[in-house]
């Protein structure tokens, strides 16, 4: 694929693309590290097309549960002991509550960002795989 051509320098067959819904995709690979700005379910949509979560789940709380806790449990069984998810996205009240009760890792705390001096903050959540 053209991202891999792109970004990867060596070794290129070392690394893979899932051509999925992220939800349905079964993470095989162990790794230190999960930066990740998944789709808000109230601020973005990519596409008019079934694949899409938003299209797929359409309210807010069939979002969260099959599509935004379903890419942190796939995310957290590829992490390896100690290693990070780290996400940019809205903290949604039953998602943090999911988060908090989540026994396999622990809270870290978060980065603010903004892109400029006129942007809105916005925060990026930091968990640890203990």
Not at 32 to 42: G, I, Y
Request: charged residues 35%; contains cysteine; proline residues 4%.
């Amino acid at each position: 694929p053209k991202m891999i051509d792109t970004l990867a320098t060596n070794q290129k067959k070392k690394y893979n693309v899932y051509k999925k819904p992220f939800e349905e995709v079964e993470i095989k690979e162990k790794y230190e590290l999960v930066f990740s700005s998944p789709p808000f379910f109230d601020l973005e949509t990519y596409e008019d097309t079934d694949n899409q979560s938003i299209v797929k789940y359409k309210n807010k709380n069939t979002w969260i549960k099959k599509f935004l806790f379903k890419l942190v449990d796939n995310n957290i069984k590829g992490l390896k002991k100690g290693g990070y998810l780290v996400l940019y996205l809205p903290l949604y009240d039953k998602f943090a509550d999911y988060m908090n009760k989540n026994k396999l890792i622990k809270y870290c705390g978060k980065i603010r960002y903004r892109y400029d001096n006129k942007s809105k903050l916005r925060d990026i959540y930091i968990w640890k795989k203990i």
